[in-house]
């Protein structure tokens, strides 16, 4: 608990999720989840990505985050037939998919706790962002650069910083 509250003032970005058993959701994605730190900094977010998550983490966020299949496999670049078939096999997802989804479970916890809910944040991500040159945020999660810059954008947005 006292690890938590000093990861409170720390930037959003250092709290992910562990990689087995981590969400724990209700059908309509308004539950809680369990947030556990998995990486602190670049280094360890680099060590845990190259590791690989366990498949069941992509099937984790895509309920967390409301996405459709369709949504899912865009940002993704995967189809959700590949995450069931690595999951059955026990087989763990590749470098680059791990650290998108981790960056994406940072993503989602900065945006729930900005908006309230995982569905208005969802919301938010489908309605073009004036910080963003009113491209829809949703558009950027794609890469990894995208999904930092839509970090920024919610962090000016909890600053108050709109201008």
Do not use: C
Request: proline share 2%.
């Amino acid at each position: 608990m006292a690890k938590d509250k000093q990861q409170a003032g720390k930037k959003k970005e250092a709290v992910t999720y562990k990689d087995t058993a981590m969400v724990s959701y209700v059908s309509d994605f308004e539950g809680a989840y369990i947030r556990q730190p998995k990486y602190t900094d670049a280094i360890s977010l680099l060590n845990t990505s190259k590791k690989g998550l366990e498949a069941k983490t992509a099937l984790d966020f895509l309920s967390l985050s409301g996405f459709t299949q369709d949504e899912f496999q865009e940002t993704f670049k995967t189809t959700v037939k590949t995450i069931q078939n690595h999951v059955s096999r026990d087989l763990k997802l590749d470098a680059a998919l791990s650290e998108k989804l981790l960056k994406s479970f940072a993503l989602f916890d900065i945006g729930i706790e900005l908006f309230g809910s995982g569905q208005a944040f969802h919301q938010w991500l489908t309605t073009p962002a004036y910080g963003l040159g009113n491209r829809l945020p949703f558009d950027m999660m794609d890469t990894i650069t995208g999904i930092q810059l839509i970090e920024e954008e919610l962090i000016r947005i909890q600053f108050g910083d709109l201008a």
